[in-house]
């Protein structure tokens, strides 16, 4: 153990002597510090946003409920906020959050054009662009392995050392292998060591940090071993680095880049625009078509009401939001495909993935932090569950004689954020097993 | 020279090939404990290609590379402990003092040495000591190889491997490193040299062997009492060199 953590100080010692690699190391820890301290700051700057909006939409609801003694009036007045709050984990993995939306404002008109309203791209591929850890750890962090180890061999070749070292040292590890640890760890530490502050910060769990740690202990050392054996088996340090440099151009962006178009050309998808354009030819063309050819498509759907659907004013809410209901499902079919298309293009760069190391990467950390794709289709989901609640919870007022009074709006439903809602369900679960 | 019976250093029909190219043909040689042996020939002789794969960094084609008893390739790491080497550009750390290099290759080899240790070993290479704490970048090439002898006294090894030794040295700098390895022999260390300097040679080797296209083409032995004779070596060295 003493001649380890000797062989370790030297080492040590040796590597802070070299001033490039000491610049290299800051430079490092300032980056995937920035990187933090900006993941945190979004984060910070998301539940803000929730808080501020949380408080904003209890207000106007208050206000639309003091408003509005008809049912109807009021369920058209009445917005609900959805929103998935970011996870701990989500300042080191911003992921998809800012392409697929995380906050909603809904009412109980039509949902799909509420949802698609905002979209305006759909990309499945994370690629670069934020500097989030992930970003740093994924896709610069390669280049500072190639820096650090392409030419540790040739270096010494270069110089006339190469013999000299091999033959002073008491072994390869001792040389080699300890040269190596120092320098990784050196390099692992200044990319975690405000990722351990961060996730301290946020109160992310021991057992997550730990995954995070060791899935970028993985990554990081592919890429040394790869630089180590390109490196052994070469000469000329700048023919090593380019070689390694182009493998990380096509693996770190020219993999994803064509994966993504590949995927694009391969999966074909309706646009957002589409089924919000759809919806819209539905509902505007309600207005006009006859009344009871409205009410036969939902109750086509929702035959429970079927003794209900009789309208006899020109205007009835109940027939208002039977058109709203009906234009969503007259939209369904597209906003499906559109599901369909996305979760196909999410198993897809899964697949991709597996020839881009800094891409798996990325989706194993984004799926750790809930920030990917599959975290915003869970949000989607939350988001239609909920407003299926809010129809199952104003239906009997519209659709029955039965007189609303504002009491029964403690039962209007609040809609809960995924993540809290699985939460929920896990407390729920283990009390149920003690309780047993 | 207080050469012993024991064979420190052996070649046994030793054949290298590099590159299908035959860089050494057959070569036996053997080199006593305690002796100074130089392997004298031209570029492209085969010298360093010999000593490289003493140092274990060739595997010979066939026959034997044998160092204290011990077959060179099957015990590398025995082999290495035993040996002291000691490269032509002699290129230590440039951004470490003489100092910080010799501890550095030290510990490598899990050497401790105090300050006072490596101080002798600095005053008895005679580099100033006012150089002992100064980064290497701005030493002379006398300088740096002062050092790596140091470092190569301070290994304490019985075999010391030199490869052209005074190559780029001033003539003050070759008498005074000359001087140094007959004083090193005297405490009964092996040295082995690869040299294309055919006076240098004869000043200090006990023993030369003279190497042409990979293989030896003569021995000469220095007689009780008298150097080498220059003019025999350098006729027989010239013999090989184009017209």
Redesign the interface.
Known sequence: MKYFLNQISREWKFLLAQKYIVVLLLCTLLTSGFAVFSGLQEVKQQNTTIERLIEADRLDREQAQTKHANVGSLAYYSFHLTYEPPSDLAFAALGERDIYPWKHRIKMLALEGQIYESDAQNAELAKSGKIDFVFVVSALSPLLIILLFHDLFAHERSNGRFDLLVTAARSTFSLWGIRSLVRFLSVLLCLMIPFWIGAWYSGVGVGISLVVTLLCVVYLAFWMALSLWLGNKGSNAPSIASRLIGFWVVVAFIIPILGDLAIKHQVESPKGGDIVLTLREAVNDAWDIPKRVTMRAFVATHPQWKEHVAVERMFEWKWYYAFQQVGDQKAGRLSRAYQDAAQTKYDYAGYVSWLSPPLLLQRKLTRLANTDAIAAFNYEKGIRQFHSELRAFYYPWLFTSEKFTKEALVDLPVFQPVSQRALKKSSQLIENKVTK | MKTQNKIAIEADSLSIKINNDDIVKDLSFQVKSGEIYALLGGNGAGKSTTL?TL???HTPTSGKAIVDGHIVSDHL?AV??K?A?L???????P??TAR?NVQ??L????IEKSDSEINTAFDCVALQSSAWERQMQNYSKGMRQKT?IA?ALL?EAPIFLLDEPTSGLDPVAIDEFNQLLCELASTGATIFMVTHDVYGACQVADRIGLLRNGELVGEFSSSEGSQINTEEVHAAFAQGLPA
């Open positions: 490289k140092l274990g960094f790491a290495r402990n040996m080497y490269p032509e550009a002699a290129a230590l750390y951004h470490l910080e550095y290759f510990s490598l080899a899990d790596a470092l290994r």
